[in-house]
C-alpha cells in the first residue's frame, strides 16, 4: 500500500503564503510523477501543478508566477510554494501520485492524499 499525507493548509489573509507538503510512504519501487489538484466548493478538481522525477515542471495559468512546486526524490516528499494568495485559490488541495509498486509492474498507479483546506480570507 502506498500513502500519500498533506500538511500545511490553513487560513491566512489575501497576498500572504503557504506552503504545502505532501510525503510518500509504504511499499513501493519508484514515484513517476506527483502533482497538487485543488477543488473547490462546487467546482471539479482542477491540477494546480505538476512535476516528474526528473524535475520537469507545469503550473495552472492561474498560478503561474505564484506557486511553485518541487520535490525530494530522496525524501518521497513534494512541495507546494503558494505565494500571494487569493480568495479564488481556496479550496481543499490533494496530493497526487504516480506510483509503479514493484520493478516488474506494467504500468503506474494513481494515488491520493485525504487532502488539506487551504482557505483565503480577503
Known amino acids: 500500500q502506498v500513502q500519500l499525507v498533506e500538511s500545511g493548509g490553513g487560513l491566512v489573509q489575501a497576498g500572504e503564503s503557504l506552503r504545502l507538503s505532501c510525503a510518500a510512504s509504504g511499499s513501493f519501487f519508484r514515484i513517476n510523477t506527483m502533482a497538487w489538484y485543488r477543488q473547490a466548493v462546487g467546482k471539479q478538481r482542477e491540477l494546480v501543478a505538476d512535476i516528474t522525477s526528473g524535475g520537469s515542471l507545469n503550473n495552472a495559468d492561474s498560478v503561474k508566477g505564484r506557486f511553485t512546486i518541487s520535490r525530494d526524490n530522496a525524501k518521497n516528499t513534494a512541495y507546494l510554494e503558494m505565494n500571494s494568495l487569493k480568495p479564488e485559490d481556496t479550496g481543499v488541495y490533494y496530493c497526487?501520485?504516480?506510483?509503479?509498486?514493484?520493478?516488474?509492474?506494467?504500468?503506474?498507479?494513481?494515488?491520493w492524499g485525504q487532502g488539506t483546506q487551504v482557505t483565503v480570507s480577503s
Open positions: 497526487n501520485a504516480e506510483v509503479k509498486l514493484t520493478p516488474f509492474s506494467t504500468g503506474w498507479r494513481d494515488y
